[in-house]
């Protein structure tokens, strides 16, 4: 039996990065049920570092998100929506200091 049997393409993409003198080439493969074009499926990756950017790299600078120890039941989700309503509210802000600060700030 085929374990993937809604999969439409399988995609590579490969990124180059200079740092230095040393050049790294990275590849990451994808798996996906819409058969897309090229074109579509550089939108819908960089759509997805928008996102781990935007929010999940945020969420663990900002809050330490990966330093969480709630592990059972429900806390973990609870918790979780209590931290996204406290960077909706910190990015409401109109100031120039930085996410952390402004949350410091808030917390003193």
């Known amino acids: 039996e085929w374990r993937f049997k809604d ?3 399988i995609a590579m993409v490969e990124s180059e990065t200079i740092r230095g003198a040393k050049t790294c080439l990275e590849r990451r493969y994808y798996l996906s049920s819409a ?3 090229a074109q579509q499926f550089a939108h819908a990756v960089r759509a997805h570092w928008h996102v781990e950017i935007r929010l999940h790299w945020v969420m663990d600078v900002v809050f330490h998100d ?3 120890r709630l592990r059972t039941q429900n806390g973990p989700a609870n918790m979780a929506t209590v931290r996204h309503i406290s960077l909706n509210l910190i990015r409401s802000i109109n100031d120039k200091a930085s996410l952390k600060v402004r949350r410091k700030t808030l917390g003193w």
Do not use: E, G, N, P
Request: proline share 0%.
């Open 7 to 9: 999969l439409a393409m």
């Open 35 to 37: 058969t897309l074009t």
């Open 66 to 68: 990966d330093l969480m």
